[in-house]
């Protein structure tokens, strides 16, 4: 089973930009297709952005142009540049393995990170 690892996270101001890491053990990292989701205080956990093995690539309509999820396999780790960021991006975010190709469901993902903070201040 793969490990997971968030890093890069952080206080950045409205209209910030930050790179979120995470970083997988294992050797079959290129053979997972993997996503992130974020989790505000209160709020369900929220599908942000999945990547397959093969780089097919969907988001959430509400970080659409402005995150891009990435891969280096030859790292064994997993983006998320995130750009002109806004206070309701504030969130704990997390990445997993997706058991479910294009589901948007958290219960279709697995292998969960222990999650890194973003906050955005206005």
């Known amino acids: 089973q793969v490990q997971l690892v968030e890093s890069g996270g952080g206080l950045v101001q409205a209209g910030g930009s930050l790179r979120l890491s995470c970083a997988a053990s294992?050797?079959?990292?290129?053979?997972?297709?993997m996503g992130w989701f974020r989790q505000a205080p209160g709020k369900e956990r929220d599908f942000v952005a999945a990547i397959s093995s093969n780089i097919n690539i969907y988001y959430a309509n509400s970080v659409k142009g402005r995150f891009t999820i990435s891969r280096d396999n030859a790292k064994n780790t997993l983006y998320l540049q995130m750009n002109s960021l806004k206070p309701e991006d504030t969130a704990v975010y997390y990445c997993a393995v997706v058991n479910r190709w294009r589901s948007q469901d958290p219960r279709d993902f697995g292998s969960w990170g222990q999650g890194t903070q973003v906050t955005v201040s206005s």
């Open positions: 294992g050797r079959t990292f290129s053979s997972y297709n």
